[in-house]
């Protein structure tokens, strides 16, 4: 009956054993979900300030390229004005140079037939003389 009683007490010491080793692997389960899903919960929470992170970053250089696309707009505008400007200087300084030719030539013009009708007068009176003589 001894070894009996030995048996028993060994067996009873094995289910005891074994129960702890269940109820800790229960735990270490339980523990090991539990940290999974904090970790879960951790990388959603850094994903999603990432995503706002990379939003708010975006939408900067969203603004720092419209500002800039604004500057680069400004500057072309004062460039076409002030090429404007010289070319309107330029056309009009054509103008009155075209203005001076055309007076000139007309006062050439006049001087032309100033000079042709005094030498068309001076034939014929030379002519004249010619017959007279």
Do not use: C, P
């Amino acid at each position: 009956m001894e070894k009996e009683t030995i048996v028993k007490e060994i067996v009873k010491a094995l289910e005891l054993f074994s129960d702890k080793i269940h109820h800790e692997m229960r735990e270490m389960g339980q523990q090991l979900r539990t940290e999974m899903h904090e970790m879960g919960q951790q990388l959603r929470t850094e994903m999603h300030e990432m995503g706002q992170q990379l939003r708010t970053e975006m939408h900067e250089m969203g603004q720092q390229l419209r500002t800039e696309i604004r500057d680069v707009e400004s500057r072309l505008e004062t460039k076409i004005d002030t090429l404007r400007q010289e070319m309107n200087e330029r056309f009009e300084q054509l103008n009155e140079k075209i203005d001076e030719l055309r007076d000139e030539l007309t006062d050439t013009q006049e001087t032309v037939d100033l000079l042709s009708s005094k030498t068309l007068q001076h034939e014929r009176k030379l002519r004249s003389l010619y017959r007279q003589s």
